[in-house]
């Protein structure tokens, strides 16, 4: 069996950068790998991608449940400043104001029978929902990716901000005669769930496409951070 010639190391400045961050197998190596990455991502890929995109927030994640197709927990606690939950029933599920003891199978016959009523209502038919982009929702920690807005259209869904501390993903549910944009999170009940009135100077871009959970990573480097902030 023939042993492995030992690398050499590098006489130069450079090449003994290069080794350390490419060749070397040390935990310092490996903490400035991951710092790269993130510069990288940050000032090139992620940028590059909204030019490509046309839009300044080309990657998005999801952070609520409110474009969920399944039942989700009821909130029982709410923080008093930011309306963020803190509690959960994990005894009951619920969607579009609808509450069941058991877990609700995610499926868009499901999904329509406990919230079609409200499109109905308002002229959006089962089989014109079913065209939607996305029309089965998506998941809290998914990844969305954004494109340019264009011209609004009912049924797509978009992100914006809204005066809170992260942008909203909503779906457009009408649109008046001066463009002005009336949204809804799919999981939502009618009831103080829907925005009106958005100025399109305040939407961010449209969503393109979804990467299932990959958001997670995210939600848990916040949520941890904002931990060590309240115990700091």
Same mark, same amino acid.
């Given at each position: 069996?023939?042993?492995?010639?030992?690398?050499?190391?590098?006489?130069?400045?450079?090449?003994?950068?290069? &080794?350390?961050?490419? #060749? #070397?197998?040390?935990?310092?190596?490996?903490?400035?790998?991951?710092?790269?990455?993130?510069?990288?991502? $940050?000032?090139?890929?992620?940028?590059?991608?909204?030019?490509?995109?046309?839009?300044?927030?080309? =990657?998005? %994640?999801? =952070?609520?449940?409110?474009?969920?197709?399944?039942?989700?927990?009821?909130?029982?606690? $709410? /923080?008093?400043?930011?309306?963020?939950?803190?509690?959960? /029933?994990? *005894?009951?599920?619920?969607?579009?104001?609808?509450?069941?003891?058991?877990?609700?199978?995610? *499926?868009?016959?499901?999904?329509?029978?406990?919230?079609?009523?409200?499109?109905?209502?308002? *002229?959006?038919?089962?089989? #014109?929902? $079913?065209?939607?982009?996305?029309?089965?929702?998506?998941?809290?920690?998914?990844?969305?990716?954004?494109?340019?807005?264009?011209?609004?259209?009912?049924?797509?869904?978009? =992100?914006?901000?809204?005066?809170?501390? &992260?942008?909203?993903?909503?779906?457009?549910?009408?649109?008046? /005669?001066?463009?002005?944009?009336?949204?809804?999170?799919?999981? *939502?009940?009618?009831?103080?769930? =829907?925005?009106?009135?958005?100025?399109?100077?305040?939407?961010?871009? $449209?969503?393109?496409?979804?990467?299932? &959970?990959?958001?997670?990573?995210?939600?848990? %480097?916040?949520?941890?951070?904002?931990?060590?902030?309240?115990?700091?």
């Amino acid at each position: 069996m023939r042993r492995k010639r030992p690398k050499r190391q590098p006489k130069t400045t450079f090449g003994k950068i290069w &080794y350390f961050i490419w #060749e #070397e197998d040390s935990l310092a190596s490996w903490i400035v790998n991951v710092i790269l990455a993130f510069v990288l991502i $940050k000032f090139l890929v992620y940028p590059g991608l909204g030019l490509i995109l046309d839009t300044s927030h080309p =990657v998005v %994640a999801v =952070v609520s449940g409110s474009m969920y197709h399944g039942g989700d927990h009821p909130c029982i606690k $709410k /923080d008093s400043t930011t309306s963020e939950c803190l509690a959960y /029933d994990t *005894n009951l599920y619920f969607i579009c104001n609808k509450t069941y003891s058991q877990k609700i199978r995610k *499926n868009f016959d499901t999904y329509w029978s406990n919230c079609g009523d409200w499109y109905v209502d308002r *002229n959006i038919t089962k089989e #014109e929902f $079913k065209k939607f982009p996305m029309s089965n929702g998506f998941s809290k920690g998914d990844i969305i990716v954004l494109h340019g807005y264009g011209a609004p259209k009912i049924g797509n869904i978009i =992100v914006f901000n809204r005066g809170k501390s &992260y942008p909203i993903i909503h779906r457009i549910v009408s649109i008046d /005669d001066k463009q002005q944009i009336t949204t809804k999170g799919d999981h *939502n009940a009618d009831s103080g769930d =829907v925005d009106i009135n958005i100025n399109p100077n305040t939407v961010i871009g $449209k969503a393109y496409f979804k990467i299932p &959970y990959i958001g997670y990573v995210k939600i848990f %480097a916040v949520d941890l951070l904002r931990f060590l902030h309240i115990i700091g």
